[in-house]
């Protein structure tokens, strides 16, 4: 397996403040979620590149089936998740 020890998976709990303003107030949705995770991936080798990249896209579908398949714009630089959202 391979490692990713300069990668962070951060999960922040949201909520109580957040959940207590309507979806439609602001730019920020799905205000019912209690959990927002972002995944932080990092690593010193350009020969790695490929390995990694498909590493963090495994671990962002296999936490897939607990989200709400939206995304938070400034968590992401790939521009179909920016549509999808």
Do not use: K
């Not at 730019?27 to 963090?56: E, K, N």
């Amino acid at each position: 397996m391979l490692g990713a020890p300069l990668s962070e998976m951060v999960i922040f709990r949201i909520g109580h403040g957040v959940a207590a303003v309507p979806d439609e107030a602001t730019a920020f949705s799905h205000r019912d979620a209690r959990y927002l995770f972002h995944p932080i991936c990092m690593w010193a080798d350009p020969s790695q590149d490929s390995q990694m990249i498909t590493v963090g896209r495994a671990f962002a579908t296999a936490m897939r089936p607990f989200s709400t398949g939206a995304s938070y714009l400034n968590f992401t630089p790939e521009t179909d998740r920016v549509r999808d959202a």
